[in-house]
């Protein structure tokens, strides 16, 4: 009972900072769920809940959605997202997390300090790129938002847009990562119980994180992104570490 509920808070925590900031839900549910079940167990859930939050975004903003910056990215993160996931599996959750933490903090840096001063353009190249490096991140560490943070926040301008675009573009990319996480790992009836409890917590979440989001800027924005990406780096070194 103490694991549900504490999955279910998790969940409802990680859901508001997702859909305000576009991303962190991997960031904060991963490594805290991952005290009470396996690292790999810990990145199914999470990828499974969130793929929740995403249709409830897709569904309430859908008009909003920037397909044209969607479909390069995706196609490319559904072979790097292999890539990664089959190396998370070979790697022990102190590595995990220290690996994570780093990419992070440089993720962090990069988009407070040299972001503001480089405009990144529209074009396919760059799409490929960030969704090569989204895939790759979002199946080892399940945390595939960052790199498309740094994408999306420089070529939209509009939060509502933001969030349809960029959950639209997880949702695709998680329906991938799931379908590998089934066929390389054991699931039992506790990781379903958990994801569903999982599940609630991150459906009210959304909803309250949806009322907050039409309220604030894109500049509010991309504060609760970065600060989200420091804490939730800070973090998982320290756990690695120590």
């Keep these: 009972?103490?694991?549900i509920?504490?999955?279910t808070l998790i969940g409802f925590c990680a859901a508001i900072i997702q859909t305000t900031g576009g991303f962190g839900f991997g960031s904060l549910f991963v490594p805290i769920v991952s005290m009470i079940v396996a690292y790999r167990y810990a990145t199914f859930i999470s990828i499974i809940t969130c793929m929740f939050l995403q249709i409830s975004i897709i569904i309430k903003y859908f008009k909003k959605i920037q397909w044209q910056l969607i479909i390069a990215p995706a196609i490319i993160s559904f072979f790097t997202s292999y890539l990664g996931i089959h190396l998370m599996v070979g790697f022990?959750?102190?590595t995990m997390a220290i690996l994570l933490g780093?990419?992070?903090w440089i993720l962090a840096i990069y988009l407070i300090l040299i972001a503001p001063k480089v405009k990144l353009k529209k074009n396919v190249w760059a799409e490929l790129g960030v969704g090569a490096i989204s895939g790759f991140t979002g199946g080892m560490f399940a945390?595939?938002?960052p790199p498309m943070v740094?994408?999306?926040?420089?070529?939209i301008d509009d939060p509502v847009t933001y969030q349809a675009t960029i959950q639209t573009f997880f949702f695709l990319t998680s329906i991938a990562m799931v379908t590998e996480d089934i066929l390389c790992i054991h699931l039992s009836s506790k990781i379903g119980i958990l994801a569903f409890f999982g599940i609630i917590g991150c459906l009210?979440?959304?909803f309250v994180g949806t009322k907050i989001l039409q309220r604030i800027s894109m500049k509010t924005v991309r504060k609760i992104a970065y600060i989200v990406m420091l804490l939730?780096?800070?973090y998982n070194l320290a756990k690695g570490i120590f």
């Design 1 to 3: 009972m103490t694991s």
């Design 102 to 104: 780093i990419f992070l």
């Design 143 to 145: 945390v595939g938002g």
């Design 204 to 206: 009210v979440g959304t």
């Design 232 to 234: 939730a780096g800070t």
């Design 5 to 7: 509920i504490f999955i």
């Design 92 to 94: 022990s959750s102190k």
């Design 150 to 155: 740094a994408y999306y926040d420089s070529v």
